[in-house]
């Protein structure tokens, strides 16, 4: 079964710097696109930055100069590093992963989400 585990989220005063990380663990074959989407309450969940296996990178406008995201592939792990960080980042942020498994099959997982608050 393929899981993946986040960390990384916490509380941040405003400007300070975060780092998320997502390890995707299992009979893994192959790991695609990587991504971090967040949900702010009573917003729809939204991405935030995106990974191709081929390290192309996309971001929100509203994170672009702010956030990185990167990928170990050796780790099948993807980072986002977020800088600057403003009250209205505040949101779970969730990792997102595509790929195939050992067996074969296609998968698209989310991890459990981690909490990041900044404070103004």
């Known amino acids: 079964q393929v899981q993946l585990v986040e960390s990384g989220g916490g509380l941040v005063p405003a400007g300070e710097s975060l780092r998320l990380s997502c390890a995707v663990s299992?009979?893994?074959?192959?790991?695609?696109?990587m991504g971090w989407y967040r949900q702010a309450p009573g917003k729809q969940r939204e991405l935030v930055a995106a990974?191709?296996?081929?390290?192309?990178?996309s971001y929100a406008d509203s994170v672009k100069g702010r956030f990185t995201i990167s990928r170990d592939t050796t780790k099948n792990t993807v980072y986002l590093q977020m800088n600057s960080l403003k009250s209205e980042d505040t949101a779970v942020y969730y990792c997102?992963?595509?790929?195939?498994?050992?067996?074969?099959?296609?998968?698209?997982?989310w991890g459990q989400g981690t909490q990041v608050t900044v404070s103004s």
């Open positions: 997102n992963a595509e790929g195939v498994t050992g067996y074969g099959l296609d998968f698209k997982y």
């Open positions: 299992g009979r893994v074959f192959s790991v695609n696109a």
């Open positions: 990974i191709a296996s081929g390290g192309s990178t």
